[in-house]
T-cell receptor, first 115, second 113 residues
């Protein structure tokens, strides 16, 4: 089965630094998402992206966050100035155009640790 | 707002035991309901889903029935295996457009041989 690929699997950064989390969605998918899970808490929606623009974002997705599809295959999440509370597992997902909201394919996640 | 509440883990069972993981939801519309599973080192995978009341989703021996009257979607399996050890997430989706899925906090299941 095709996979969503995320890199790196672990990222350690200093508070205040910028980080970019990378994702390669499934090739024919058109909808892309970022979710995160703080340790011991719920998986939370951050943002959805379609047709080269954000279609929806949550309250968490403030000005420190941005997403980009720079080259038609990668989908990135940038955090401009990381905070301790940004430490979490970040999941990328993509979905099949024929079943927009019914089946999301998730990557295995990037564990971000902000020190 | 819309939310999902599922039983806290971890849950530890012996092989061939009966499994129930409770899940209840709150939604303003008519949600679709899902169970996702995360095996160690892997991403979230859709396990089963139900899109309307009284639907039963099933996959790999797991079942869940959409109960509108009790706003529940409990996950069950009659005889668990060691390979079922994973984290299970109940989730819902209300909107028909490309939008978010709301997850529960996850339940870690460990099966003893």
């Amino acid at each position: 089965e095709p996979e969503v690929t995320q890199t790196p699997s672990h990222q350690v950064t200093q508070m205040g630094q910028e980080v970019i989390l990378r994702c390669v969605p499934i090739s024919n998918h058109l909808y892309f998402y970022w979710y995160r899970q703080i340790l011991g808490q719920k998986v939370e929606f951050l943002v959805s992206f379609y047709n080269n623009e954000i279609s929806e974002k949550s309250e968490i997705f403030d000005d420190q966050f941005s997403v980009e599809r720079p080259d038609g295959s990668n989908f990135t999440l940038k955090i401009r100035s990381t905070k301790l509370e940004d430490s979490a597992m970040y999941f990328c997902a993509s979905s099949d155009p024929g079943t927009v909201n019914e089946k999301l394919f998730f990557g295995s996640g990037t564990q971000l640790s902000v020190l | 707002g819309d939310s999902v509440t599922q039983m806290e883990g971890p849950v530890t069972l012996s092989e061939e035991a009966f499994l129930t993981i409770n899940c209840t939801y709150t939604a303003t519309g008519y949600p679709s309901l899902f169970w996702y599973v995360q095996y160690p080192g892997e991403g979230l995978q859709l396990l089963l889903k139900a899109t309307k009341a009284d639907d039963k989703g099933s996959n790999k021996g797991f079942e869940a029935t959409y109960r509108k009257e009790t706003t529940s979607f409990h996950l069950e399996k009659g005889s668990v295996q060691v390979s079922d050890s994973a984290v299970y997430f109940c989730a819902l989706s209300v909107y028909s457009s490309a939008s978010k899925i709301i997850f529960g906090s996850g339940t870690r299941l460990s099966i003893r041989p």
